[in-house]
């Protein structure tokens, strides 16, 4: 909701509230995973904005390019400059295990956003729950073609945590919901042409394919919607050709193509949303605030997944074409 | 027939046997068509959808920028020569061409130059970044393998730089409708990359300049001594390479229509394994473009016979490779010659 | 003036450095129309800097090029250059991945439209006819042998119809026959009235096919002469800047029950040789002579293990190494000259004292270590005994020049005081000077008591031997002993002896 | 004494003048020295914390993986090969190591074999893949560079296959040991790292065998021809370095506290690029594993460097590449000779 989005600080924790008094401010040093997607892009312009916005003195933010040695060195550099909090998003969700333990010993926060890492003392986490993505694509997908058909799954790379999440909780909804759904899973390291080259052997291998679920836009979405039109099933969703999609981001380009029918709907992942309450999460840690497990004031829940690590599990929504105009969707921010 | 070839009575042995070779060596060339029937047959076995012209077809299609940058790759190493950034060219080239064409709006710099520069654009980054390479390589004397690396770092660092790492969509018509269009029932990038080996396999063939490049590859000072001009030869090869970089990128985007950030990542791997497979030496002056086209194909029967026999994505990965390996081997006991 | 002063290539006061080193100092050479003209000088003395000014692929930094009095075409014209002047270099300039056709007609197959490559094999056919060369213009140069390769080459230079054609040491590689063979060739021309200039480090040679010479010492002009009016001794004291005389063979008496060092017992690979039988007694020195694919190489490489017979035995020192095993062969005792010095004898990069001491490194310290001090002051004996000029045993060898470089092959051959010694073509493309100290060294090596096989190309080296077996077509045809004359080896040699 | 060696009066210039050569040779192992105190000076001006212990440390840990694989990288190369597949080694061999000792429920492969084997298994495993390349190099005389490339593809698609792709975390505490332990002052690995290069350098310079290696490298007919058993010895090059990927992946696996399924993953573009830098060739037979040593500090230097000075995230590769770039063509300008 409009309110709840305006809120300057996770103030809502239930029954939270400070307990140690130390003292707020300080520097927050922030770690960005990478800058060659759309999503991220995005993430990156949020957090300086926010930041200003809610007024944490932001370090100049650091990039590791997708590769945990980087994140490691960016994240030992920022200590020595002298950083109070940190936020990451590592990617690879193990290999950060021993740096957040140093961390937890020299006693900086921190919060990661979009993963959370296997092992390891954190703050928070801020994120949507990637299995959740699965899920929601796998009944999307099984309502519109009423438990029958063929659906073509492009997954990410079976590396990365998020890819993983994503396929192992869309397989499982399929087998359990709809058994007769055939899912062909393509490999794809998610790169689109490798998406492209899948696509267009199986339509020709299966010419009834008649759902696709991506698991990146930002990646597949083009390659997915050329093959499509040189192959004239780029329809609307009224003719039996129609082959339903359902795509994972929330990019801009989504959402266009929602709007004119080319695919029929989208897991947003906000964006905005992971910008705004790592930064706030981060400045709570600086002020010495504590979190309990319980709803809060965003429409969003805290639970801890286990050790008293907590998680802010942020509302993911799905994007069709009855929401698809609305303004709080990060995609529709991006100018 | 065979009289020329046969050694002079007085020597025993030696000649004979060597004889054997030249008719061999072009034969090399051939090397990879039995494997590339057996694949058609195994993917006929494994599903019948695999001979469908379609199917053949999107092979075809999916091969043709991986083809174009094992041409430019292929004739680079025939010059003795290296180059790593091709795979970066892939992706800078139609990046900037977008960029300097679209409105700041959709993620372009802002120059909005008229639309139908776009192209020509495309094509002269590409040549230009062979240009600089060369001018490297050549006037400064540096490692070619050393100079591409770090171009492919630059390169690949400018286009997120200037992009700030966005996919670009807004792309102008024209953009799309190589990567798309069909012509007298193929695909346009197929017509292309077939002409462009045409080309490439006729001057390599027939063509002192082509033939030039064989030379340099296989002595450089006798190439010069010869009189070949071979800064200048190896120039045009590096400055044709980026240009068919930029090609190949030109497709991939209409093909995907999007660029995106990290377009032909990781591509140079395989366009090095395609170049070997299919005969080019890495040192120089030995091998063919059809050698390396065949190459190409193999890879590219492979990838389709395991995606139609649905291997499981979890081991993917190690049975390609694994059959990489054993067309090594196998291309290595059957020419019977030590590899390099 | 009458045109016959203008001499028909001229080099005027040219200098060229590379770097901090002078290859050639204010020299100069004056070459009349017609004449076959020799140009000599010890390793390094700068003749082949000289071909590539004259022929246009270097600049040298002072000096001029006149061809008949006219000045040289500009740098970049390579054609101009190619009408005046054709050369056969001493570094090959056939690229072996290419066929012998389009060797021959690099850079020039076809005029502006394609290649038919049809006509071009024709017309390569016609041209290697037109010079009496009998291989195949389909055949890929790299599968030549050394003469065809060399025949290959000359036919290519003659082929651009210059008047003025540099021949660079072509016999260095070349046995008795081919050498005759183009001697043939060389005077033919003459008689068309092509104008040559030839180096060798073999002044027989020059004495018989040329008729002035020039002397080059230390990058500056010693002298030019007609070769009838300088006899041998001032030749050489030109070009080593001081009196010699001429290498005499030292006379042995090897006695009957010395120990045998090294022999093949029907030793047989492949088409290569047959059959061979082969004793070495100590302080004994066996020549194998032969012409080319006598095998004669091929059997010495045997021995040493560089290949494994098919069958037979070869021992050494009383031992039976692994056959085909270098090391073995090396352990037991033997010493190795290879054939080719670039390919087989040093590495460049590394220090004559590396190099010298390669096969005994294990030898110069404990548990695998190398001791630097020990390893240098074997490398001085060594540089010393075989006199290397060198600026220290530190300097890698790839900076030597060729007489040099064979200098440390030869030290590394004899760094572990071998019982047998190998040694293959060992003053190929040496200076007289050098080939003197090479054959002294193995003469040295007899004399205390190693036994040695001398394989070589070169009548001269060979009288050092106190016998000499003869192959051919792998087969020990014939054992000579001392006091042979160069026609009955000869005979031997192509086969054509009575008996 | 000297009379021998000296050149004769009549040489004028040439001898003092290639005096010169080997001693500026063996500057060249310095060559890199200036450029690491230039940066040092930089990071220093650029921000204080830069000189802190701390931080120096840092610098230090972060490049230990590197510089193993770039000291087992530069063995290979002297000896005139090539290995690609050392940065996969780097999350097979402990993958597979850690799979092999840890319950299946923990994505172990089930066989819980005793944990005290999981380190020497690690190993192990990283010297049968060196042995392997090296088998199929030598033996069956196929191209380093071709089959390296496909074991690289071949090993990492094992290790998605047998941990499908899942991050190993369950760890033998023996595996975070040697990535975390300080031992005076500074870490573990670091020493390690540093008792690695000295044993190497001493090796490479003073031993027997590891003079073979520059020898193999520099001409591989003189070395057999010298008695040197060049393919034992370069078997053994590739055995060692692939022992010494493994570890590199043991120490990387302590640091980060699991076995990531990418691990190493693109490492080998900066391997070479550390070792050319730091003045190994690419042909063979030149180049010190100091100079090496140095190339590893100069990249994370400059990394480092970049980081402190929060470059902006969009240019950050684009400025490493220039850098890269740049310190090749001083190095080349500064040595005055030509790379290859
Ligand atoms: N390209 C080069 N760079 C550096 N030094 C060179 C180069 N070419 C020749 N030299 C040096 O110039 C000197 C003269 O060499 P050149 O090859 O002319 O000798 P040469 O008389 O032909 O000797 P040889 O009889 O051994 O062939 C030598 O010291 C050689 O090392
Ligand atoms: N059949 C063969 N296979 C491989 N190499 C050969 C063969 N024949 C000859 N060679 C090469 O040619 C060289 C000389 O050969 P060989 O010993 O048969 O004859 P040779 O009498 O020395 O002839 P030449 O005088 O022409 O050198 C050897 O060093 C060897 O490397
Ligand atoms: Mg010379
Ligand atoms: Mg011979």
Not at chain 2, 236 to 242: E, P, W
Not at chain 2, 267 to 278: D, E, P, R
Not at chain 3, 196 to 206: K, R
């Amino acid at each position: 909701g409009d309110d709840s989005t305006s809120t300057s600080a996770p103030t809502a924790s239930s029954g939270g509230g400070a307990s140690a008094p130390a003292a707020g401010g300080g520097k927050v040093g922030v770690d960005f995973p990478r800058a060659d997607s759309d999503f991220w892009n995005s993430y990156n312009k949020y957090v300086p904005q926010l930041a200003t916005e809610l007024g944490v003195e932001l370090m100049p933010p650091t990039n590791s390019q997708n590769d945990v040695s980087k994140l490691v060195a960016n994240t030992q550099a920022m200590v020595s400059q002298g950083a109070k909090a940190i936020i990451m998003a590592p990617q690879d969700t193990g290999a950060i295990a021993t740096t957040l333990d140093q961390l937890a010993s020299k006693n900086i926060p921190v919060v990661t956003v979009d993963t959370r890492p296997d092992k390891g003392k954190t703050y928070m986490v801020v994120r949507a729950d990637n299995r959740a993505y699965g899920e929601k694509a796998c009944k999307f997908l099984g309502d519109q073609l009423k438990g029958k058909g063929k659906v073509i799954e492009f997954q990410g790379a079976l590396s990365s945590v998020n890819g993983r999440d994503r396929s192992e909780a869309f397989a499982e909804c399929m087998k359990s919901n709809y058994p007769g759904i055939t899912v062909f899973a393509e490999p794809t390291e998610w790169e689109g042409t490798k998406a492209a080259a899948a696509l267009q052997t199986r339509l020709t291998q299966h010419p009834d394919i008649n759902g696709i679920y991506m698991q990146a836009g930002g990646v597949f979405l083009a390659p997915t919607l050329q093959v499509l039109k040189s192959k004239n099933l780029l329809v609307p969703p009224t003719d039996p050709k129609h082959i339903f999609i359902i795509s994972n981001d929330g990019i801009p380009q989504e959402f266009q193509a929602i709007r004119d029918g080319q695919i029929d709907a989208t897991v947003s992942q906000p964006a905005d949303l992971y910008a705004k309450w790592a930064v706030s999460y981060a400045k709570a840690a600086l002020e010495g605030k504590t979190f309990q497990p319980g709803p809060t004031d965003h429409d969003s829940t805290i639970v801890d997944v286990g050790g008293g690590r907590l998680e802010d599990q942020l509302p993911a929504p799905l994007v069709t074409k009855e929401n698809v105009d609305d303004p709080q969707l990060w995609g529709n921010q991006v100018k | 027939m065979t009289e020329t070839t046969v050694a002079p009575p007085g020597s025993p042995g030696k000649s004979p046997a060597r004889a054997g070779v030249p008719r061999l060596a072009r034969f090399r060339d051939l090397a990879l068509v039995p494997a590339i029937v057996v694949l058609i047959v195994v993917g006929a076995l494994i599903d019948p959808a695999f001979l469908s012209g379609d199917n053949l077809t999107n092979v075809l299609q999916q091969q043709t920028e991986l083809s174009l940058l094992v041409l430019a790759e292929a004739m680079i190493l025939i010059a003795g020569k290296f180059d790593l950034s091709l795979e970066s060219t892939v992706g800078l080239a139609p990046a900037l061409g977008v960029g300097l064409v679209i409105p700041a709006a959709a993620n372009g710099l802002g120059t909005e130059w008229p639309t139908a520069l776009g192209i020509p654009l495309c094509l002269l980054i590409g040549a230009l970044v062979g240009a600089f390479n060369g001018l490297l390589i050549l006037r400064f004397k540096l490692s070619a393998f050393i100079v591409t690396l770090g171009m492919l770092i630059v390169l690949r660092g400018l286009q997120i730089g200037f992009t700030g790492g966005q996919n670009l969509f807004a792309l102008p018509e024209s953009f799309l409708y190589l990567g798309n269009a069909r012509w007298i029932g193929l695909p346009a990038s197929v017509w292309i990359c077939i002409a462009a080996y045409i080309v490439g396999i006729v001057v390599l063939g027939y063509f002192r300049h082509g033939r030039a490049i064989y030379a340099i590859g296989g002595n450089v000072d006798a190439a010069r001594a010869a009189g070949v001009r071979t800064d200048r030869v190896v120039w045009a090869v590096f400055i044709i390479g980026g240009l068919l970089a930029a090609l190949a990128g030109l497709l991939m985007t209409g093909r995907l229509g999007s660029v995106a950030a990290a377009q032909g990542d990781g591509m140079i791997f395989t366009v090095f394994a395609a170049a070997v497979i299919g005969g080019v030496s890495l040192d120089g002056g030995k091998g063919t473009l059809f050698g390396a086209l065949c190459g190409v194909l193999v890879l590219g029967l492979i990838n389709n016979i395991l995606t139609l026999a649905g291997v499981s994505a979890q081991w993917i990965q190690a049975i390609y490779g694994g059959i990489i390996l054993i067309a090594l081997m196998l291309a290595r006991v059957t020419s019977g010659k030590a590899q390099d | 003036m009458p045109d016959s002063t203008i001499p028909a290539v001229e080099a005027r006061g040219v200098t060229k450095r590379f770097g901090p080193t002078t290859a050639l100092d204010d020299a100069g050479i004056a070459i009349a129309e017609g004449e076959t003209h020799a140009l000599v000088g010890r390793n390094g003395a700068g003749k082949s800097t000289l071909v590539s000014i004259l022929t246009g692929l270097q600049r040298p930094d002072e000096g001029k090029i006149l061809f008949a009095g006219r000045p040289a075409p500009a740098f970049a014209d390579r054609d101009g250059w190619r009408r005046n002047v054709a050369c056969v270099y001493q570094k090959s300039t056939i690229i072996p991945t290419l066929t012998v056709a389009e060797n021959l007609y690099l850079n020039r197959q076809a005029g502006r439209g394609p290649i038919n490559w049809r006509s071009m094999r024709a017309r390569a056919r016609d041209l290697l006819d037109q010079y009496g060369v009998d291989v195949d213009a389909g055949r890929l140069a790299g599968d030549l042998n050394v003469e065809q390769r060399q025949l290959l080459e000359i036919a290519r230079a003659l082929s651009f119809g210059a008047r003025f054609i540099i021949l660079d040491e072509p016999t260095a590689q070349l046995d008795g026959p081919a050498i005759e063979r183009l001697f043939e060739r060389m005077r033919d021309l003459r008689a068309r009235g092509v104008t040559m200039m030839f180096i060798s480090h073999h002044l027989e040679e020059v004495y018989q096919i040329c008729q002035s010479v020039t002397v080059f010492r230390d990058a500056r002009h010693i002298l030019t002469r007609p070769v009838a009016d300088l006899p041998h001794d001032e030749l050489v004291a030109a070009m080593t800047g001081e009196a010699a005389a001429r290498y005499q063979a030292r006379s042995r008496a090897v006695r009957p029950d010395a120990a045998v060092v090294l022999s093949a017992e029907k030793l047989t690979l492949g088409e290569r040789y047959h059959d061979v039988d082969l004793t070495v007694h100590a302080g004994e020195i066996v020549g194998l002579a032969g012409s080319g694919s006598s095998g004669k190489v091929g059997l010495a490489e045997t021995l040493v293990g560089l290949y494994a017979a098919d069958s037979g035995t070869v021992t050494v020192n009383g031992g039976r190494p692994k056959p085909g095993d270098v090391t073995a062969a090396l352990r037991a005792g033997l010493g190795f000259v290879p054939q080719d010095r670039h390919k087989e004898g040093f590495v460049p990069l590394l220090s004559i004292a590396e190099n010298a001491t390669l096969p005994i490194a294990h030898k110069l310290g404990r548990f695998g270590a190398v001791s630097p001090a020990l390893r240098r002051a074997k490398a001085e004996r060594m540089i010393e005994s075989l006199t290397i000029k060198t600026t220290g045993p530190s300097q890698p060898v790839g900076d030597l020049s060729g007489g040099n470089a064979q200098k440390v092959v030869m030290a590394r051959a004899l760094a572990d005081d071998p019982k047998a010694l190998v040694v293959i073509n060992p003053t190929a493309g040496v200076d007289v000077r050098a080939k003197q100290a090479l054959l002294g060294a193995v003469e040295d090596a007899a004399d205390r008591g190693a036994g040695a096989v001398l394989v070589s190309d070169e009548l001269d080296d060979l009288r050092i031997c106190d016998r000499v077996l003869v192959m051919f077509h792998g087969r020990v045809v014939k054992e000579v002993p001392r006091g042979w004359t160069d026609a009955d080896l000869v005979a031997v040699m192509e086969g054509v002896s009575d008996d």
